[in-house]
Structure formats: structure tokens, C-alpha cells
């Protein structure tokens, strides 16, 4: 009886070592190697000093590794730089039969972005004893089984791999029984043992129990036509699908060459991928098929006679690859926003782009969809960084929506998409702009302090605090004085008062700039020039330069007697310090002594005679001219026009004479009537506060004796008589009580006399006592004012 190892072997993919640990760095690389079962907090490897990277770094830079996997079986000590173990890690459960067997994550750092491949080897240990499938096995032989036939024994599994996997098998010894032929095989029965041994430290076996019946004669075992049949399956192939054909033959005859077709059960799962039809050999698609979890599948098929004498063969499946899997991206780190200085080139994020498949199917292409200033860079396998293009303009696009696309190169490709909101934050970088270049305002002279003359607006693009303008007024000296005397500006909304009441008389037009700035950091700032125009109104009236009207002396014009009609006389010139409209002027003869014999010009102020003088006309002439502008309401000023008719000089000199004494005369008697009424309104005001104060004084008295009980002693004003009743007053006088807050701005009020509210003296001692009372109530009255009439 033999036993082959091609019947009973397991392939594992992984490694066996010892405790110690390893690493090796290579192309910005780290590689360690460490045995399953490790506990957990164990050391793994000292990533900063194999990287070469300062303890500082790892925590300015944020340092973490990123494995996609849902079980974090490693982690990163960021404080001491080392990688430990933080989950239990079994080879077998990770990895089963793949051979070597590792785990692969990236470290990353940020500012500046850093990528680090960490690959850490998993190496197997015996921790797994050889096991079959069935405890107990039966094994029926013919008596007439023929030397050197051959009988399929059941094979063992062994998780491990390497020489910690399965490496022989054993018969344990029995002298009653040796697999050979005997002469007297008349269905005895024998039971034997198959034990099967690893090779590791120390060595673990498994072991199965053989019973063998002895039959009666059936001496031709079924040999198949191949040793090893070679098919293939494409993966996700519907059921049923045809795999291949075995064929056996059996040269025995009758009921002992009939030949049945079995999937060995030694195999796991593999009876319920494959079929196999018992009598035509056909095998069949039963199950799934994933590429993905399986490249290979190795099925031991059994034929078996009547006699139950079997052969075996293997049928070697190779499962080939489709695109059923599209890209996944993992997205390893992404900052946003990002400032809008940013220079080109700068790293947005990092992803890392996985396809499942393998060969074209598994190879992947990123792009970014739309056209978007940022362009995406493949460093290492797998691992593609977005970067940005070109300068970013947040005033322009204050945000991007960036979609990556990733494309494998299967038929049909299969892609996937992921987008990413990106913000760009603000800098400094725009001046504030006004919405015009210079800004004129009208303002009419005698304006109110304080009067909003204009509104300067600014907008900055920029946000936030880099977009919150202040005015500045710009202080300039014009013409001795300064701007900030006569104007101001808000500083929030730009408002520009004044400060002062202007005079067009004196300023026409005041020039000033306004600075607009921002908050940035440094701020940035731009001005503005207003031009502030000051608008004339009629508050001047018109100066008379000539005649000169002067009270000293007496200008007379002459006029011969001889003069003709339109003889100029004399001229009326003034002048206005108004301007516009309002310092036009019309010249209008308002008084004459003889409105026939003279005109004045309109516009010119000409005084031409309008009639031939006679010698019937008066000597003495005296002109009035009044003189207006054209303002709204107009201004006016008059001037007396003296015009002597006469042929000589000293005519008109002795006529002119007497009118300058009359004048004089006239002027002293205005002087006087002032006087006078200037005299008479001292004396009323002086006697008006003496009377108040003998009030208030009175009133003060009273209250005195009143705080102090004491008896009361009537009062009565001057010039009455208190006659008990037998007589009446000589006046009568109404007093009017008026009460006021403060006495000290209480008014007198002298009245005329009425017989209304006459005071009756009540000769009874109650009348008197009533009158007194009233009196007294009204001098108790505080703060009250007294008006006496």
C-alpha cells in the first residue's frame, strides 16, 4: 500500500520565523517581519529611527497610518515613534493559503504632505496540528485484491505552511495485518491506523482509523486515462456550467467493471463549487467562482468499481480573471481650504486607488473630470496626489467641486468617480476700489453744522475681515487752514458731513481726498478725490460805491439849465459779492422831488434827464435810487442822489447850504429820540426788579412767622386804610397769582385798574381772620410768583 504525497498535499503561502524582528528600508520603503500570535502591545519596529524621521516631526505632521481594512492590526506610537501590534494577528485567519503572507499600510504627515509604504511580514508558527476529515474510515477489499493494487486512503489538512505544514504520513505496525496479499483472504476482517505527522518543533500529528473487510474476488482496479486533467472557468460563470470530463476504465466485466465518479469529501468546500456526474464522468459548475478569493482550485476525483476498488486523479481548475470589479478610492488625506496664495503645485490630498482585479483589468488611470485648475500625479503605485495647477483666484471661484475619476483598463473599463469640495480661503490681496473716480457735491453756503453733504462707497473683494473698509479723511492744508476744519467723514459707512457753516464769499470750492482701507494684515488701502462745490445764495445785498453816502459832508450832482433831454446826470455804481443770478443788479428811481424831469437806467444806473430843464424847476432836486439784485427774495440798498439845477456854482452852492443844515437839524433830533427811549426802558427795567424783590422779601417774612406761631400781624399793601368795614380803598388793585418752578424767574405784571375782585374788609373778627387766611395761603404757596397789576 502506498501513499502519495500529490493525493494529500495543502498549499499554504506564508512564512515561518522566529520572534526576532527585522526591517529593511528601501525607495522611501520600510519592511518588517514579525511571527503570528504576537501579544498585543508587542514592538513591531521603531518607525522614526529606521525612517530617519525627527520624534517632532511625527507629531507637528500629524503622523498616522492609513490600511483601508477594517481591523486596525497595527498602531503607531506617535509619542515614542514605534509600531506595535494592536490586534490580534493569526496568519492562517489573514492570509490562509497566500504565501508570503503581509500587511501593507501607508504613514502619513502633513505640512509638508509626506507618504511612507510600511510592509509588515506576517511569518508562520506551528500552531496547528494536522487534522482529517473523518475520525473513523471504512475500506472494503476484495479477497482477490491482486499484489501492488492500489487503495485511496483519506489526506489530513494542516493550516500551517512550510515545513510547519503536512509533510508525511505513517501506518502504524500490526502483525496480524501487512498491506500485501495473503493466501487464505476469506473475509476476515483488519483494522489499522493512518497517522499523519508535520515536520515542525515539536511536531504535532493527526491520525485516522482504517477498518478493511476482505470481499470476494474482483482482481482489476478502474485506472484513469490521465493522471491530472487541466481545466479552465471564467469567474462569476453561471451554474452549470461544463468544466471537463474524467474518464476511468475497469477491465473487470459485469457488475465489477462498473465504474462510479466521486468529488473526494477530504476537500473542505469544494463539493459544493464542482459536480460531478457519477456515471458519464462530466464535471459542472455547482457554486460561485471568484477570481478574487480563488486563482486555482485543485479537485480530487475518485472512481470506484463494484468491488470498491478505486483510482484517483486531480483536475486542476485555473479560474480566469474578469472585470467584474471597479477601482475603489480611498481617499489618505484632503485639506480644505486652501489659501488662495498657494503656489503651484501644492498638495490638495492624497488617495489611494485599489482595483481588485488583476492584469489590465486590475491596472488604473486617474483623471480629473472637468477642467479645473488642478492636475493629479501618480508617486507610488497605487497612491496619486492632487496638486494644484495654476494660481487659485478665490475672488474668481471662491470654491471648486473636483471629481476624480479612475478607470481600469478592463473590457468593459469600469470606473469610479469621487468629488471633493474644495474651498480657497482669503488673503489680503485686493485694495478696496470706489465706485467712482472723483466725487463732486454741491453744498449751499449757510448750511447747518453738521449736514451730510455726500456718501463714498468702497468695495473690497476680498471677505471678512479683508473686506472691512474704514474712511480716512486725508488731512490737507488749503489755503491756511485745514480740511478737517470745515468737513469729516464716517468712518463705517463713509458719510462725509460738515463741520462748519460754509461762505461762498470766502471758499468756492473745497478739494480733499478720502482713503479707503481695509482690515487685512497688512492692510491695503486706495483714495478718492470729492470735490465739495459751495453754492451761492442772496444773503448780500448790493455795496453802493458811488455816490459815496457819507454824513459829513453833502455830494451834490449840477445839472445846467441848458440840459438837453437824455442828459447823464451822474451814474449809480454798485456792486454785489454775490455771484450768479443773485449779483445781477436793476437800478429803479424809487423817490424824485420831480419824477419828470429825471430816469434811471435799469441796467446801467444811469440818471439822465428824461425833459428839457426849465427855470420853473427846482433848485434842489433829491433823487432816491433803490438798487436790486436778482437773488430769491432779492437784496435791495437805496441811495440819495442830491442834483443841484443850476448854471453856476456858487447858485447851487447857496441853495445847498441851508438843505445840509436842515439835515443836521434832523439828524440831532434822531439822536435825542434814542436817547430818550433808551432812558425811559432802564427806568421800567429797574423799577420792575425792585418790586420783585420786595415781594420775594415779604414773602420770606411770612413764612418766618408762620414756622414760628406767633400771632399774625396783617398786612396790607401801601396806600390802603383798613376802615373796618366804614369806608372803602382809595385804589383798587388786582393781584394775579401765578405759580412758576422757581420764584427766581418770576414775572410782575402791572395791570389796569378794574373794580373786579375788589378786597371787602369784613368788620366781624372771622371776615378778618378769613381775609388773613387767604392772604397767608397765598404767601405759603412755594416757589410762587407774584404779579401785581
Request: glycine residues 6%; negative net charge.
Amino acid at each position: 500500500m502506498q501513499c502519495q504525497n500529490e493525493n494529500v498535499v495543502l498549499i499554504f503561502y506564508s512564512f515561518l520565523g522566529t520572534p526576532e524582528l527585522k526591517y529593511q528600508t528601501a525607495s522611501g520603503q520600510i519592511r518588517y517581519s514579525i511571527p503570528e500570535e504576537m501579544k498585543k502591545g508587542s514592538l513591531i519596529g521603531n518607525v522614526a529611527l529606521d525612517l530617519g524621521i525627527d520624534m517632532q516631526r511625527l507629531r507637528s505632521g500629524r503622523a498616522r497610518i492609513v490600511t483601508g481594512e477594517s481591523i486596525q492590526y497595527t498602531e503607531l506610537k506617535t509619542d515614542k515613534g514605534i509600531l506595535v501590534v494592536n490586534e490580534r494577528i493569526d496568519r492562517e485567519q489573514l492570509c490562509g493559503e497566500l504565501t508570503p503572507c503581509s500587511l501593507g499600510f501607508d504613514m502619513i504627515l502633513e505640512n509638508p504632505m509626506e507618504l511612507h509604504h510600511v510592509t509588515v511580514e506576517v511569518l508562520d508558527i506551528n500552531d496547528n496540528s494536522p487534522s482529517f476529515h473523518q475520525h473513523d474510515m471504512k475500506l472494503t477489499i476484495g479477497e482477490s485484491a491482486a499484489p501492488g493494487a492500489r487503495f485511496v486512503l483519506p489526506t489530513a489538512n494542516d493550516p500551517d505552511v512550510g515545513v510547519n505544514g503536512l509533510q508525511d504520513y505513517q501506518l502504524t505496525a500490526n502483525e496480524n495485518f501487512i498491506l500485501k496479499k495473503h493466501s487464505n483472504t476469506d473475509g476476515r476482517k483488519y483494522a489499522e491506523m493512518l497517522i499523519a505527522v508535520d515536520g515542525g518543533t515539536p511536531q504535532k500529528s493527526g491520525t485516522v482509523n482504517i477498518d478493511i473487510s476482505v470481499l470476494d474476488a474482483n482482481d482489476n482496479s478502474p485506472v484513469f486515462n490521465q493522471s491530472v486533467y487541466k481545466a479552465t472557468v471564467l469567474e462569476n460563470a453561471a451554474k452549470g456550467t461544463y468544466i471537463t470530463t474524467v474518464n476511468a476504465t475497469d477491465a473487470d466485466i459485469g457488475s465489477n467493471g462498473l465504474i462510479y465518479y466521486s468529488i473526494s469529501k477530504m476537500q473542505g468546500n469544494i463539493g459544493s463549487i464542482f459536480e460531478i456526474n457519477k456515471t458519464t464522468g462530466v464535471i459542472f459548475l455547482s457554486g460561485e467562482v471568484d477570481f478574487e478569493k480563488a486563482k486555482k482550485y485543485e479537485i480530487r476525483i475518485d472512481a470506484t468499481d463494484q468491488g470498491a476498488l478505486t483510482d484517483s486523479s486531480k483536475v486542476m481548475v485555473d479560474v480566469i480573471d474578469v472585470n467584474d470589479n471597479p477601482p475603489v478610492i480611498n481617499v489618505m488625506s484632503f485639506t480644505s481650504p486652501v489659501s488662495e496664495d498657494s503656489p503651484p503645485g501644492t498638495t490638495v490630498g492624497i488617495i489611494n486607488v485599489k482595483d481588485l482585479d488583476s492584469g489590465d483589468n486590475g491596472y488604473v488611470a486617474c483623471r480629473i473630470e472637468q477642467n479645473a485648475p488642478f492636475k493629479i500625479k501618480s508617486n507610488l503605485r497605487n497612491y496619486y496626489t492632487l496638486v494644484t495647477d495654476t494660481v487659485l483666484d478665490r475672488e474668481s471661484v471662491p470654491d471648486y467641486n473636483i471629481t476624480v475619476v479612475a478607470t481600469d483598463a478592463g473590457m468593459p473599463p469600469l470606473s469610479t468617480k469621487r468629488t471633493f469640495h474644495l474651498k480657497v480661503s482669503d488673503v489680503n490681496d485686493n485694495s478696496p476700489v470706489f465706485s467712482q473716480r472723483v466725487y463732486n457735491a454741491f453744498v449751499a453756503e449757510n448750511n447747518s453744522p453738521g449736514v451730510s453733504l455726500l456718501t463714498v462707497r468702497a468695495k473690497d473683494s476680498d471677505e471678512n475681515q479683508n473686506a472691512r473698509i474704514s474712511y480716512i479723511l486725508e488731512d490737507t492744508n488749503m489755503g491756511g487752514f485745514s480740511v478737517t476744519e470745515h468737513v469729516s467723514v464716517n468712518a463705517e459707512n463713509g458719510v462725509i458731513h460738515a463741520v462748519r457753516s460754509f461762505d461762498y464769499e470766502q471758499i468756492k470750492q473745497l478739494v480733499f481726498v478720502v482713503k479707503a482701507q481695509d482690515g487685512g494684515s497688512p492692510p491695503l488701502s486706495n483714495n478718492v478725490t470729492v470735490k465739495l462745490m459751495i453754492q451761492d445764495q442772496n444773503d448780500n445785498p448790493p455795496q453802493v460805491l458811488y455816490p459815496v453816502q457819507n454824513g459829513g459832508s453833502l455830494v451834490a450832482e449840477m445839472v445846467p439849465r441848458s440840459a438837453d433831454v437824455g442828459y447823464l446826470v451822474t451814474k449809480v455804481v454798485a456792486v454785489d459779492v454775490d455771484s450768479g443770478q443773485n449779483a445781477w443788479l436793476s437800478y429803479k428811481l424809487q423817490k424824485a422831488t420831480d419824477r419828470a424831469l429825471f430816469e434811471v437806467g435799469l441796467q446801467n444806473g444811469e440818471i439822465r434827464t428824461i425833459r428839457q430843464v426849465t427855470d420853473k424847476d427846482a433848485v434842489k432836486q433829491r433823487l432816491t435810487v433803490i438798487v436790486e439784485d436778482n437773488g430769491q427774495p432779492s437784496r435791495s440798498a437805496t441811495v440819495i442822489v442830491n442834483v443841484a439845477v443850476a448854471d453856476s456854482f456858487p447858485e447851487a452852492l447857496s441853495e445847498f447850504t441851508d438843505f445840509a443844515h436842515d439835515k443836521e437839524y434832523n439828524d440831532n433830533l434822531t439822536f435825542y429820540l434814542v436817547l430818550a427811549l433808551a432812558v425811559v426802558s432802564f427806568l421800567f427795567i429797574t423799577c420792575l426788579v425792585v418790586i420783585i424783590s420786595v415781594k420775594i422779601y415779604r414773602w420770606r417774612q411770612s413764612r418766618i412767622l408762620y414756622q414760628s406761631n406767633l400771632p399774625v400781624i396783617p398786612y396790607y399793601p401801601p396806600r390802603y386804610s383798613d376802615t373796618l368795614g366804614t369806608g372803602t380803598l382809595q385804589h383798587v388793585y388786582n393781584y394775579e397769582v401765578g405759580r412758576t418752578t422757581d420764584s427766581r424767574k418770576s414775572d410782575c405784571k402791572f395791570g389796569t385798574a378794574g373794580s373786579q375782585n375788589v378786597l371787602i374788609m369784613d368788620p366781624s373778627s372771622t371776615g378778618m381772620m378769613q381775609r388773613i387766611q387767604n392772604e397767608k395761603s397765598i404767601l405759603d404757596e412755594p416757589d410762587s410768583p407774584l404779579e401785581v397789576s
